[in-house]
């Protein structure tokens, strides 16, 4: 099992609309390293931590599992859709996406000072300067200590 952070603006989706809709497809990536995990790495069980970026306050908001690994982002192929990019096809696709599932909200968002500032958090890659990267991958241990002081 892997565990993952992935970033979204609460504007365009939340934790709040995972929660109403229980599963949902994780589309619209437009980054090749974060497109290389869902593509590669991401597997059905894996956790993620759902992580609401420009927001006041931006930080993870719960918990998620990854239930289909990646398959061809569809919305790449939609011409006039926002994710719509003419270099993809069914048959060449360049982008992907995963399915996840709603596990949990936290009771208040973990705001990204307070990861700055943990000792057990040194290292993760979200607290990093200049880290705008969409998904992450977490060490077991910060996925854990995370969880842990989200719910405390």
């Not at 504007?11 to 589309?27: F, G, H, M, R, V």
């Not at 096809?89 to 500032?117: G, H, N, R």
Request: hydrophobic share 35%; glycine share 6%; with cysteine.
């Amino acid at each position: 099992m892997k565990y993952w952070l992935m970033k979204c603006e609460p504007s365009a989706y939340s934790i709040d609309d995972l929660q109403l809709e229980k599963t949902t497809s994780w589309e619209g990536v437009r980054n090749y390293q974060a497109r290389n995990f869902m593509r590669d790495e991401m597997q059905p069980g894996d956790m993620a931590l759902f992580y609401h970026s420009n927001a006041e306050p931006s930080g993870v908001a719960g918990v998620m599992k990854i239930v289909k690994p990646g398959y061809p982002d569809s919305f790449a192929f939609k011409e006039g859709h926002k994710y719509h990019d003419p270099k993809s096809s069914p048959e060449k696709p360049t982008w992907y996406m995963v399915d996840v599932e709603f596990v949990e909200k936290f009771a208040q968002v973990l705001p990204l000072a307070a990861i700055k500032v943990d000792p057990q958090l040194e290292g993760i890659m979200v607290a990093q300067k200049g880290s705008r990267l969409s998904i992450q991958p977490l060490s077991k241990e910060h996925f854990k200590h995370i969880i842990k002081i989200a719910r405390s």
